[in-house]
């Protein structure tokens, strides 16, 4: 099971909104409290953020050094081999995670799905092969893993698709934004 940071934004202990955000390689999912503490939400509107936190595990492209990782990072090339079933892995912690919420809350709830970087990329993978019903996606600075919409490589369409919102900087250094458009591309190609 996940550490994670758990915040509720609500004058009483329901919620209507679920937002899942996952932070990027090398990163503690702190580093993304801010959304929580500075988005502008209805007074009545009652969301709980979760903030997972990635496994420490040796990271492939930064020598094997042990940090925060969704999965294992080979090279950053597109054509260099990915960590498919590392994803994989996270993705059932995630899916997990959202069970947990869905299970245990008073009422319907709203299940957004967030992350930056590669945590933006494992967003996407889930949203291409979960089965709860996602209500939106956001994924920023981040990218599609290869075979996320192959059909080999699904094992469960989605109940339903998702909106799906992609951005990404024009400065990242790292990931590069035609990963992104690559992504919308892909995605919009399979009907997602």
Known sequence: MLEKIELLRSKTNDYSVLIVWLHGLGAPAEDFKFLADNMSLPENLGVKFILPQAPAQ??????????PAW????????NSPQDIDGALCSLKEIESIIQSEIHNASSSVKVFLGGFSQGGALALLIATRTSHNLSGVICCSGYLLQDATSASATNQIPKRKPSIFICHGEEDDVVKKEWGFKAYNDLKHQGI
């Open 71 to 78: 999965y294992d990072i080979v090279g950053l090339d597109r």
């Open 58 to 67: 040796s990271v492939t492209l930064n020598g094997g050094m042990v940090m």
